[in-house]
């Protein structure tokens, strides 16, 4: 096979073969885990081959770059220059990059989280190196006292976080739930109103520059419209606007509309209450009436992927499953 052929019997690596003596076993060991999941990677270089295609997709580059993406991260992992188990990760999209269309465009997707994100995770694990590293959500309290880098990096984190997982694509976000449709009524008048108030607070004469747009709820359990400036969020002590905790935001900043709408913020927003996962905003309402906050860590991220893919099967569309059975022994 190809994969025997790129590596035969008695196969030594440079790595492996420049180290000598007890005190190198485990760096061996590790460095043997490199070419096996270096085969790995052949076996699946010898998969994209075939005609297989995932849900959503359309060129056989995209899916090259996911599968490839994997293995390479994981062979990094393996050499030991992957950042600390405890380290913010970019957590994958819930949904295809040109799942949310026409409301907002694949290339933007593209750039805005491949890019953008990439950049604020990086970012914040470069000020957290060699420190502690807690859960994203409880960085937002004192991110603004605590420097720009987490005020900056670990709100952008954040925030994106939790804007991926409150879209879907049309059609699939379901509507709010009776209890929060009422406490929308309660506070703004109708659903009407809430949206016209929501995209006011948005527009570029009231959020002036870079910013988000949010729904709130607030100590007292009520809901509010605010807005912040930057990568601030609601969670953070000191915010501008009205602090509480974000049930709902929209991401305002150029790189977030640009490509489609240019100059035409209003249009973007308008365009992505068509987007909105309201499944997910409902069972954030509540866990906010209860006092917390939504995680919108990368495993909740890796979760909404999995529900994606069963609303999918649901609907009849075509599934796929992808098995991978590693087992590594470190004595």
């Known amino acids: 096979s190809s994969v025997a052929q790129a590596f035969p019997q008695g196969f030594v690596s440079p790595l492996e073969g420049r180290m000598a003596g007890p005190q190198s076993s485990n760096v061996r060991r590790r460095a043997r885990g490199v070419v096996a999941l270096a085969a790995g990677a052949a076996v699946v270089s010898q998969c994209l081959d075939l005609d297989f295609v995932f849900p959503g997709s359309s060129a056989a580059a995209s899916r ?18 992957a950042p600390s188990a405890d380290a913010y990760e970019l957590p994958p999209l819930p949904y295809a990059y040109d799942a949310l269309e026409p409301s907002i465009d694949k290339a933007t997707m593209e750039f805005h989280h491949d890019k953008h994100h990439l950049t604020y995770v990086t970012n914040i694990n470069k000020a957290l190196e060699g420190k502690t590293q807690p859960p994203l959500v409880e960085l937002q309290k004192t991110a603004i006292q605590t420097g720009p880098a987490f005020r900056n990096s670990g709100g952008g984190a954040y925030n994106h976080n939790f804007f991926w997982l409150e879209m879907a694509p049309k059609g699939t976000g379901g509507a709010p739930s009776d209890k929060l449709s009422a406490a929308i009524s309660e506070a703004f008048g109708s659903m009407d109103d809430f ?53 709902l935001g929209c991401d305002v900043w150029e790189h977030a509309y640009y490509l489609k709408y240019q100059f035409r913020r209003p249009d973007y927003i308008k365009a992505w209450w068509d987007v909105v996962n309201w499944n997910q905003v409902n069972g954030w309402y509540e866990d906010a009436l209860a006092g917390n906050a939504p995680s919108a860590d990368g495993s909740s991220a890796a979760a909404a992927l999995v529900g994606a893919r069963r609303q999918l099967e649901k609907a009849g569309a075509p599934g796929f499953e992808v098995k991978f059975n590693f087992e590594a022994r470190f004595n």
């Open 195 to 247: 949206k016209a108030k929501f995209e006011a607070a948005g527009a570029p004469g009231a959020r002036f520059g870079s910013g988000w747009v949010w729904l709130v709820v607030t100590k007292d359990n009520k809901l509010a419209i605010t807005s912040t400036p930057n990568q601030d969020n609601p969670l953070m002590e000191g915010v501008e606007g009205t602090p509480g905790i974000p049930i």
């Open 64 to 81: 090259r770059d996911v599968l490839a993406g994997g293995v390479v991260g994981a062979l990094v992992g393996s050499a030991g220059a």
